[in-house]
């Protein structure tokens, strides 16, 4: 059984830097694309960051690029994100997830099929 479990988020100031962690348990993440996720209310799931397998590639949405950086440790089943100079607009709770798509659907929520609880990140002007 799949498990992520997504921490570090908080009650952060506009400009202020966060760094998320995941924890992935029940599959080798060696083998997974993994990616972070966000949603804030009454909007959908949109995507945020993305490694690809086993974590020669990253991909940014335009809006955290430059500002935000993903980074997986494969031995510890951990995942990182490292977010600079956030903004009130990057509030949302951040989820973790796997997936084996092809690398055309990285960026796609619907590709993956697990989810963790998420972690709240709200960021305060």
């Known amino acids: 059984q799949v498990q992520l479990a997504e921490s570090g988020g908080g009650l952060v100031q506009a400009g202020d830097s966060l760094r998320l962690s995941c924890v992935v348990s029940g599959l080798r993440l060696i083998n997974y694309h993994v990616a972070w996720f966000r949603q804030s209310p009454e909007k959908e799931r949109e995507f945020v960051a993305a490694?690809?397998?086993?974590?020669?590639?990253?991909y940014y949405s335009q809006g955290v690029k430059g500002r935000f950086t993903i980074s997986r440790d494969n031995a510890k089943q951990m995942v990182f994100l490292q977010m600079n100079d956030l903004k009130p607009e990057d509030t949302a709770i951040y989820y973790c997830?796997?997936?084996?798509?092809?690398?055309?659907?990285?960026?796609?929520?619907?590709?993956?099929?697990?989810w963790g609880q998420g972690t709240q990140v709200t960021v305060s002007s």
């Open positions: 490694s690809s397998r086993p974590g020669g590639n990253t």
């Open positions: 997830a796997p997936s084996t798509t092809a690398l055309s659907g990285i960026r796609d929520p619907g590709m993956y099929r697990s």
